[in-house]
Nanobody, 126 residues
């Protein structure tokens, strides 16, 4: 499985960015794609997850500001980030795992994800 993130950059507080995660090589019908973020010295934080069955989840820190979606024809998952805050500054990663409950454990067990992208930097200035 391969995942490639894009769309990061520098934006002012209150602005928006859309991240993309292009994936390939998933051979099962039940899978989840999750977004994580990490800053130096902190643990990787689960941000959002979307499952092939339509299930979606958000962390409390981004709910209402971020929207996850998928384009199955393009094998791409998007993370629309609105009303960005300086505390959203991080490297954002997407990751994939197979199974029916991926979006139930992504936030608490990121180590279960076997496949990760290289990450994209998001910097929000105040």
């Amino acid at each position: 499985v391969q995942l490639v993130e894009s769309g990061g950059g520098l934006v002012q507080a209150g602005g928006s960015l859309r991240l993309s995660c292009a994936f390939s090589g998933i051979r099962f019908d039940d899978y989840g794609i999750a977004w994580f973020r990490q800053t130096p010295g902190k643990e990787r934080e689960g941000v959002s997850c979307i499952h092939s069955d339509g299930d979606i989840d958000y962390s409390d820190s981004v709910r209402g500001r971020f929207t996850i979606s998928s384009d199955n024809a393009k094998n791409t998952v998007y993370l629309q980030m609105n009303n960005l805050k300086p505390e959203d500054t991080a490297v954002y990663f997407c990751a994939a795992d197979v199974g029916i409950d991926v979006c139930q454990y992504y936030a608490s067990m990121p180590y279960r994800f076997p496949s990760w992208g290289q990450g994209t930097q998001v910097t929000v200035s105040s």
